[in-house]
């Protein structure tokens, strides 16, 4: 899905890895990409490894400078390690409460 500039100086675009279940997309603009969410865990459907990170290969994404997970259900954060251990992430930012695992 390419990008239509919002104001003067943006240049994006957003690009939806897709899935039936949970959710992951990456927006790019000319000089950052960020990944918010990755998709479901090893309970469901393997996403993040199947479809997340080979996606991002595909595109010639080997550095994020943001992965940033919304929430704990499995189905937003569950393949947030297969991205980390596959893929250069310079910033992390997740919002869990105290004692929350990914």
Do not use: K
């Not at 675009?13 to 790019?28: D, K, N, R, T």
């Not at 954060?77 to 004692?99: C, D, K, N, T, Y």
Request: hydrophobic fraction near 40%.
């Amino acid at each position: 899905m390419a990008g239509t500039p919002a104001r003067e100086g943006f240049n994006g675009a957003g690009h939806w890895p897709g899935f039936l279940q949970g959710s992951s997309i990456v927006i790019e603009t000319t000089h950052h990409t960020l990944l918010f969410d990755a998709g479901p865990g090893p309970e469901s459907t393997h996403a993040g490894e199947r479809l997340v990170v080979p996606y991002l290969f595909a595109h010639g994404l080997f550095t994020l400078d943001t992965l940033m997970i919304s929430h704990s259900d499995s189905d937003h954060s569950g393949r947030a390690p297969a991205v980390l251990e596959s893929i250069r992430v310079r910033q992390f930012v997740v919002s869990l409460r105290p004692r929350e695992a990914l």
